[in-house]
Structures are given as C-alpha cells and as structure tokens.
C-alpha cells in the first residue's frame, strides 16, 4: 500500500460547489502540507500542519480550509470552488529528519 | 517576498554528460535547502538536501550551496535518458523537519541517447 494516498485522484466540478480533498497517511509523521501545481510553476504551498492541533496558512490559502482530524489525515476543502482553483494538489508528509518528505500521488481538479 | 528563481529550461545534455541545475534564492535567512525530481504526470521526489555551504555527494548527484552568493546547484553526472525530468528546487527558513518550503518553478532536463 501507498504510504501517502489522496483521493479522489480526479475531480471535476462546477463553480460555487464545496468540494474536500483527503490525504491519508501510514508514516507516522506529524507534518503534513497541501500544495498546488499549475503547468510550468512550482509548487505553491497552501496550508501546513505541524501536529494535529496546528494549523498554517501557507502561501496561497485565501479560497481554501483545511482540517486534522487525526495524525495520519489531512483533508483540504475548497468552500466554493473558482475555475482559477483549476489545479493539481499535492498532499505530502515530513518526519524528523529532512530527508524523510513523501509526496502522494496527486489529485487532478478541474473547475468548470 | 520569498523568491527562489531556476531557468526554466529545457537545458539537454548527452547521455553521459554533466547536467548542471542551478538555482538561487532571495532570503538571507534559509536554512535548508532541497533538491526534488518530477517525472511528467507523476509527484515529485526528494533527491538531496543540504544545509551547509559546500558540497554533498550522494551516488551520481552532487549539491552545491554557496550561502554568501544565496546559489545552490544540482549536478548529475553520468546523465541517463531516465534522468529526463523537471528539478524543482525548494528553500526554507528552518532546518529539520518543521520545514516550511518555498518552491522555484523547475528546471526541465532532457537527457539525450
């Protein structure tokens, strides 16, 4: 099994839905991020999580909220969805040391 | 503003040729630095860190982080066609694992038989 997994993997929507995406983690770790890639950029961080009790914004929050429900998951909502949110997230995790980040495999969002 | 900054590319080497990826940052202040490897469709993984100036060496990848002129660089060497990818770089301000990363756009590699 994947140890980061996110679902759904692609979602198209309309303008003005709520729509959540989920992040499921099996590393144990405390940190996890959401992150958005649009074609030629890099990754634009969104919201962070140090722990289940903390939450940043990153540098591209307006527009979204997240949720901890528990170590291992961490879901990012889009209250009412924009095309210009047309994108594809990543959810990813870190550990102790810096060389222990994985990402998930992506979900595909389309805002029409 | 945070900014890191990478050429965009595509740079395309030969099969067996040196791919230099560079790229610099606008903070004094990072701590951390961090080198990602992105297949076409697929998420990106991490490949290298290093937090002090010099260099670091693992297998065919070497990082290069100069703190005084805010560079840091990737060199492959031996480049296979399987090297063929986007390298994103990534920069924060803490050390550890409570990073906080900011992303340049990528550089796209192509590596040529």
């Known amino acids: 099994d994947a140890d980061v997994t996110q679902t759904p993997r692609n979602r198209i929507t309309k303008t003005g839905k709520r729509i959540m995406l989920e992040c499921s983690q099996t590393?144990?770790?405390?940190?996890m991020y959401w992150y958005r890639q649009d074609p030629g950029l890099g990754l634009q961080l969104i919201y962070y999580?140090?722990?289940?009790?903390?939450?940043n914004k990153g540098e591209i929050s307006d527009g979204y909220s997240v949720s901890r429900q528990a170590q291992a998951k961490f879901s990012l909502s889009l209250e009412s969805a924009i095309p210009n949110q047309t994108a594809l997230y990543f959810c990813?995790?870190?550990?102790?040391?810096?060389?222990?980040?994985?990402f998930g495999p992506g979900t595909r969002l389309t805002v029409l | 503003q945070k900014e890191v900054e990478q050429n965009s590319g595509p740079l395309s080497v030969p099969e067996g040729a040196i791919a230099s990826l560079n790229c610099t940052y606008s903070?004094?202040?990072?701590?951390?630095f961090f080198w990602y490897r992105q297949y076409s469709g697929k998420s990106p993984e991490l490949i290298m860190f290093?937090?002090?100036?010099g260099d670091k060496e693992d297998g065919r990848f070497t990082a290069q982080l100069n703190k005084a002129s805010q560079y840091v660089s990737l060199l492959i060497r031996d480049s296979q066609p399987s090297d063929s990818a986007t390298y994103l770089c990534?920069?924060?301000?803490?050390?550890?694992?409570?990073?906080?990363?900011?992303f340049g756009r990528g550089t796209s590699l192509i590596v040529h038989p």
């Open positions: 990813a995790t870190a550990g102790q040391g810096m060389n222990e980040q994985f």
């Open positions: 590393k144990g770790h405390d940190r």
């Open positions: 999580s140090f722990d289940v009790k903390d939450i």
């Open positions: 903070d004094r202040g990072s701590q951390s």
């Open positions: 290093i937090y002090s100036n």
């Open positions: 990534a920069v924060s301000l803490s050390s550890g694992g409570s990073y906080i990363p900011t």
